[in-house]
Every structure is written in C-alpha cells, then in structure tokens.
C-alpha cells in the first residue's frame, strides 16, 4: 500500500503496477468524464514550513471535510440531482439509513419511511445528501509545484514548503480516490439516488471532484475517502491518513522559507529515513511575474 500504519517498508514495482491498473469502475467513470489521477506522476501539498514539520514526522497527510474550505460551492448540494421516484426514495431510505443508522431495523425502517409525502421525501433526501457530504474527507493537492498564487495562498505566502508524493488512484475499490478536479463553467447534476450502484458511485465523485473553472489556477488533485461510516461516533472534521515513507519523493522550499525551517526540515527528513530524489528552491524570476526552480543541496 502507498499509505499504512504498519511501517515504512519500501513499496515493491510489482506492488506499484498493482494498485495503478484500472478498474472497470475506473474505466466507467473516464468515459462520463471523472478521471482519476495516474499514480505513476508526482503530486504536491503546498503547506506552511510548520505543518510540513507534523507530516514529516507523522508521515500523515490530515484529509478534511469540505465544509471546512474555502469554496462555498464544494459538494454543494445543488450540484446533484437529489429527486427521484417513489419506490426509488424507498430503496434509497432503507440504504441510506443503514449506512447513517446502523441500530435501526428494517421494520423501523420502513416506519418511518412511511412518515413522509412524496413532497416531504425531497426535503429528505436533499439533508441525506449534505449528511454524506458531512461525511466526505479529502487532501487537496496540486499537479504543479510552480504555481504562485498556490504558494501565495497555502504556503505561508511563500514562507513555506511544497511537498512532491506519490499518492493512490484507488483503494478497496469505492473507499479511496485521488481525481483530477473538473473545472467548468456550468453544471450537469447527475442523479445521486439512483438504484444503479455505479450511477450513486459516479454521482458523489462528479459531486466531489467538479469546480467552478474560477480555481482551475490550482491545478488540483484530490484525494477523497467517500467511506466515512465509521466516523460516526466523531465529532472531528478532520482525519489524518498514514502514508508509506516510499510517498515522499520531492521537497521545494518558498523563496522566503527561512534558513532556520530548512534546516530543521532536513534533520527530520534525514532522522525519519526519508528518500527525497530531489529538493529545490524557489526564486523570482527578475523577467517575468514567474517563480524558477534552482536545485537545492543540504548543507
């Protein structure tokens, strides 16, 4: 696995190649338009010299709930199409209140269900979808480590660092994605109660991986785990994932990252054991408004 709690043991090709080949569920979504990230290409999380500190230490990465962001519109409800037919509601009830409330029985189940007008079940399902959302974790990531309004704006105003990892496309199958972020202009709600389980599965990654094209700047990658039941009992909007030491390929530091946080950056990365293939350091670029990459070596 790319990410594990049960040590740092470097990643095999053969296990590589594994967790790259594409599902059929994959391919499915490619074609309507969800593309999930190639696992074989580098990915960065722009963070303050401070934070990039805990991951190193950690070798965690903290994925978030989307309520916490900084865009109104993430997983916005009305990105999906919430409506549906009766004897579809029913279907959906019964799923959605397992998954949401386990000590329920089905006979309660149906009790409830049998509470609410066809009207009624719209307003219902509509809170279902934000409790999902509720639910949802990502890391957001960037496909570039030379963006500079991401340096500006999630690395300490270029004080801090950008780390290059290699990240999974896919785990056990509808827990786990890394996808590339559609930006647009306008919105195509796809039927999130759909009783086709590939229809629901595309519909909440579309939901969790489309943006306004306004931040198509960020170049981004996430990472999200739609599997969060066992979240239940936490009331924490964050959850910090474990990563396999082999992940961490690359660091850059900010054109004002101090001497000190370097310097202390590079004893973690060398008393944790990490491998870093290469380091660079950003300058200004005296022709343009762009940032350029000079090789960095430790003292």
């Known amino acids: ?32 338009g969800i593309v999930t990230h190639d696992t074989q290409k580098i990915v960065y999380k722009y963070t303050s010299a401070q934070t990039a500190k805990l991951i190193l230490e950690r070798s965690s990465f903290r994925f978030a709930s989307p309520v916490t962001f900084n865009d109104p519109f993430e997983m916005h409800v009305d990105l999906l199409d919430t409506t549906g037919r009766y004897k579809d509601y029913r279907e959906q009830f019964h799923f959605f209140c397992a998954s949401l409330y386990p000590s329920m029985s089905k006979k309660e189940r149906e009790a409830e269900f049998k509470r609410f007008g066809h009207n009624e079940l719209k307003t219902v399902f509509r809170d279902a979808a934000d409790q999902i959302r509720q639910k949802v974790r990502m890391l957001c990531l960037s496909s570039s480590h030379l963006v500079t309004l991401m340096w500006s704006h999630y690395a300490d105003k270029h004080r801090g660092v950008c780390l290059g990892i290699i990240t999974p496309t896919i785990v056990d199958e509808y827990k786990f994605f890394s996808l590339n972020v559609n930006y647009t202009t306008k919105t195509t709600p796809p ?40 979240l239940n009992d936490r009331k924490s909007e964050y959850l910090d994932v ?23 950056l590079e004893s973690i990365i060398t008393r944790r054991g990490y491998d870093i293939s290469k380091r660079g350091k950003m300058e200004i670029n005296p022709g343009t408004f762009d940032l350029i990459e000079k090789r960095y070596t430790p003292q």
């Open 1 to 32: 696995m790319y990410f594990s709690d049960k040590g740092n043991k470097p990643l095999t090709q053969e296990e590589i190649n594994e967790l790259a080949k594409e599902s059929e569920f994959v391919k499915r979504s490619k074609e309507l």
């Open 191 to 230: 039927k999130l109660f759909s009783r086709d389980e590939f229809e629901r599965a595309y519909a909440t990654l579309y939901w969790a991986a489309t943006k306004s094209k306004v931040w198509d700047y960020e170049k981004e990658v996430r990472s999200v785990i739609l599997d969060t039941s066992y």
């Open 242 to 264: 474990t990563y396999n030491h082999a992940c961490f390929k690359e660091i850059y530091y900010g054109v004002g990252t101090s001497p000190s946080d370097i310097e202390e």
